[in-house]
């Protein structure tokens, strides 16, 4: 190895940072924290995203396609499928999302061609109906994924009857209209939403804690009626002043399974992005922060109530935003990936802001979101543990994913997901960190003052942050480490239950990083953020110098 922190010819150095790994402290990671998102009429998400009638790359296309492929599966883009499939992907939430809160799932079945198209109120398009609930389904079979169905919560008797036509296994009208649509046998779905940001004015079916606690009580146990075994996810809110979770659990505790909660980090995309690299990677303590209060304040509402339903967290809305002045042209995607170029000079850029949906992913991003996932694997170990989490999106719209007409492209965040879900192990051990650390103004997700200045708060920000994990027999320890500091590489001596020897003098080691913190990949270019196999390494002294701007996985062999 080379030594990054002293001059070459320097021979002992004392690490900068030391990172004791505790086999004493431990609990299970769950896999559905590595969910992910579909939301319909979303800038690409579904339509010329994983659903694309008529192009040459999918089932039914023009292409070299099966074209035996047809029914719900025509128009699923292969090229997309295959992607997914590499990864792996857990569960998945579908239709929205904002979509949801006027959503008719009987809209979206049937003949693709008789479907009506209807005005969209949450993105202000017009969603044609062509990709619904037999079309999502036969892509989660595709892939291999766990569907997450999200209902309105408005009308008791439609989320019933989606029920029935997804899950109920007799001879009635819906069921049979299964059939004829092309699935005779029940789809099994197992995952429920009830309502999405049901708390916000912004949504229709906007209501109070105790009207909508009410909703999802009777929603909940009528649709539980057709299937006993349904899990449910009622909306959640992390700012609680006027009592939402208080009222709502007094009421749906003992029938839900998970709470959610939505998070976003933000980002500024001026001309000098690179500025932002520091507000970007810090902005994880922000979730984890977020994350350990609702978790305490959950645990010690469901405690006073004395529930019989053990209750965890779903973060199944999660992402940071590249936001821009909205004096600035509109982004448009571009044919690479990512969005066009634009000229902005000499326009304003003070004080309000809009998301850019087409901006692509970075490196930056990439080591906020390894954050988030340490953030989670620790909360994994709370009395109401995190237990599924979906980013958003999965596709386009700030996804791990960039799907084109020419074709589809790994984000640099996707090699995030294959690190961790692919390469860690499934069991959290402790890990004791002593690294350089700096007292910052930690930017507080996308919220702002009354100036529309982002809201900060100080907070000491370390330099590594450290999940550690086991395989599920002992046989291998592996420990995932951010070097959040944007110039400088970090020694960090390395302990297993305080031994220095407990630990081999050789590690598997793979590696996320670039030369450039705003690296981004597109077609042209799809490797410029990679996750790269550095095979075994030996480490001196226990050690290890850990890159700027990077994601270290180091694999020990125990057995």
Same mark, same amino acid.
């Given at each position: 190895?080379? =030594?990054?922190?002293?001059?070459?010819?320097?021979?002992?150095?004392? +690490?900068?940072?030391? $990172?004791?790994?505790?086999?004493?402290?431990r609990h299970p990671i769950d896999p559905m924290i590595y969910g992910h998102f579909?939301?319909?009429?979303?800038?690409?998400?579904?339509?010329?995203?994983?659903?694309?009638?008529?192009? +040459?790359?999918?089932?039914?296309?023009?292409?070299a396609h099966d074209g035996a492929r047809d029914g719900a599966r025509n128009g699923l883009r292969s090229d997309v499928i295959e992607l997914c499939r590499d990864l792996g992907l857990p569960v998945v939430r579908w239709p929205g999302g904002n979509?949801? @809160?006027?959503? &008719?799932?009987?809209?979206?079945?049937? *003949?693709?061609?008789?479907?009506?198209?209807?005005?969209?109120?949450?993105?202000?398009s017009e969603e044609s109906n062509r990709f619904g609930t037999d079309e999502f389904l036969a892509w989660c079979a595709e892939v291999g994924t766990e569907p997450y169905l999200a209902h309105s919560c408005r009308d008791v008797d439609e989320a019933v009857r989606w029920v029935e036509y997804t899950n109920h296994g007799g001879d009635t009208e819906y069921t049979r209209r299964r059939a004829r649509n092309g699935h005779p046998a029940p789809y099994g779905v197992k995952y429920w939403g009830l309502g999405n940001e049901v708390y916000g004015d912004w949504q229709m079916g906007h209501r109070s804690a105790a009207a909508y606690a009410a909703d999802a009580a009777e929603h909940a146990r009528f649709m539980r009626a057709v299937d006993p075994s349904l899990k449910f996810i009622a909306v959640g809110k992390t700012d609680d002043r006027d009592g939402w979770t208080e009222t709502l659990l007094g009421a749906v505790g003992n029938q839900i399974d998970y709470l959610s909660f939505h998070l976003y980090g933000a980002t500024?995309?001026?001309?000098?992005?690179?500025?932002?690299?520091?507000? $970007?990677?810090?902005?994880?303590?922000?979730?984890?922060?977020?994350?350990?209060?609702? @978790? =305490?304040?959950?645990?010690g509402i469901a405690a006073r109530n004395a529930g019989e339903r053990s209750l965890a967290l779903s973060l199944d809305e999660w992402n940071i935003r590249h936001v821009e002045p909205a004096t600035w042209p509109e982004p448009q995607p571009s044919d690479d990936g990512g969005t066009v170029a634009r000229e902005v000079d000499g326009l304003p850029t003070h004080p309000a802001h809009r998301v850019n949906r087409w901006s692509p992913r970075t490196l930056a991003d990439a080591l906020f979101y390894a954050g988030v996932f340490h953030a989670l694997h620790r909360a994994g170990g709370r009395e109401v543990p995190v237990a599924m989490a979906?980013?958003?999106?999965?596709?386009?719209?700030?996804?791990? $994913? !960039?799907?084109? +007409?020419?074709?589809?492209? %790994?984000?640099?965040?996707? &090699?995030?997901?294959?690190?961790?879900?692919?390469?860690?192990? *499934?069991?959290?051990?402790?890990?004791?960190?002593?690294s350089p650390s700096k007292l910052t103004a930690v930017r507080q997700g996308d919220e702002r003052d009354h100036h529309g200045e982002f809201r900060t708060y100080p907070a000491t920000v370390p330099?590594?942050? !450290?999940?550690?994990?086991q395989t599920a027999d002992g046989?291998?320890?592996?420990?995932?480490?951010?070097?959040? &500091?944007?110039?400088?590489? $970090? %020694?960090?001596?390395?302990?297993?239950?305080? @031994?220095?020897?407990?630990?081999?003098?050789?590690?598997?080691?793979?590696?996320?990083?670039?030369?450039?913190?705003?690296?981004?990949?597109?077609?042209?270019? *799809? =490797?410029? !953020?990679?996750?790269?196999?550095?095979?075994?390494?030996?480490?001196? =002294?226990?050690?290890?110098?850990? *890159? +700027? &701007?990077s994601i270290t996985l180091l694999s020990f062999d125990l057995s």
């Amino acid at each position: 190895m080379t =030594d990054a922190v002293t001059p070459a010819g320097t021979a002992a150095v004392t +690490p900068a940072a030391t $990172i004791d790994i505790r086999r004493d402290r431990r609990h299970p990671i769950d896999p559905m924290i590595y969910g992910h998102f579909l939301e319909s009429a979303f800038f690409g998400n579904i339509e010329g995203g994983v659903f694309d009638e008529g192009s +040459p790359l999918a089932y039914g296309g023009d292409g070299a396609h099966d074209g035996a492929r047809d029914g719900a599966r025509n128009g699923l883009r292969s090229d997309v499928i295959e992607l997914c499939r590499d990864l792996g992907l857990p569960v998945v939430r579908w239709p929205g999302g904002n979509f949801t @809160s006027a959503y &008719h799932w009987e809209d979206g079945v049937g *003949p693709r061609d008789a479907r009506p198209r209807r005005l969209e109120l949450a993105w202000g398009s017009e969603e044609s109906n062509r990709f619904g609930t037999d079309e999502f389904l036969a892509w989660c079979a595709e892939v291999g994924t766990e569907p997450y169905l999200a209902h309105s919560c408005r009308d008791v008797d439609e989320a019933v009857r989606w029920v029935e036509y997804t899950n109920h296994g007799g001879d009635t009208e819906y069921t049979r209209r299964r059939a004829r649509n092309g699935h005779p046998a029940p789809y099994g779905v197992k995952y429920w939403g009830l309502g999405n940001e049901v708390y916000g004015d912004w949504q229709m079916g906007h209501r109070s804690a105790a009207a909508y606690a009410a909703d999802a009580a009777e929603h909940a146990r009528f649709m539980r009626a057709v299937d006993p075994s349904l899990k449910f996810i009622a909306v959640g809110k992390t700012d609680d002043r006027d009592g939402w979770t208080e009222t709502l659990l007094g009421a749906v505790g003992n029938q839900i399974d998970y709470l959610s909660f939505h998070l976003y980090g933000a980002t500024t995309q001026l001309i000098d992005g690179a500025g932002e690299y520091d507000a $970007i990677v810090a902005q994880s303590l922000y979730f984890e922060q977020q994350i350990v209060e609702y @978790s =305490d304040l959950v645990g010690g509402i469901a405690a006073r109530n004395a529930g019989e339903r053990s209750l965890a967290l779903s973060l199944d809305e999660w992402n940071i935003r590249h936001v821009e002045p909205a004096t600035w042209p509109e982004p448009q995607p571009s044919d690479d990936g990512g969005t066009v170029a634009r000229e902005v000079d000499g326009l304003p850029t003070h004080p309000a802001h809009r998301v850019n949906r087409w901006s692509p992913r970075t490196l930056a991003d990439a080591l906020f979101y390894a954050g988030v996932f340490h953030a989670l694997h620790r909360a994994g170990g709370r009395e109401v543990p995190v237990a599924m989490a979906n980013t958003v999106n999965l596709l386009n719209a700030n996804g791990v $994913i !960039v799907a084109r +007409p020419d074709g589809a492209v %790994r984000a640099a965040t996707y &090699h995030v997901w294959d690190l961790y879900q692919n390469h860690l192990g *499934p069991i959290a051990l402790a890990a004791d960190v002593r690294s350089p650390s700096k007292l910052t103004a930690v930017r507080q997700g996308d919220e702002r003052d009354h100036h529309g200045e982002f809201r900060t708060y100080p907070a000491t920000v370390p330099d590594l942050d !450290v999940s550690a994990t086991q395989t599920a027999d002992g046989s291998s320890i592996r420990i995932a480490v951010i070097n959040r &500091h944007r110039d400088t590489a $970090i %020694r960090a001596g390395l302990t297993l239950d305080t @031994s220095q020897d407990a630990l081999p003098a050789r590690a598997a080691v793979k590696q996320l990083t670039a030369d450039d913190v705003l690296a981004s990949n597109s077609l042209t270019a *799809p =490797d410029a !953020v990679s996750l790269r196999d550095l095979g075994t390494v030996e480490l001196t =002294d226990a050690s290890y110098d850990f *890159p +700027p &701007h990077s994601i270290t996985l180091l694999s020990f062999d125990l057995s």
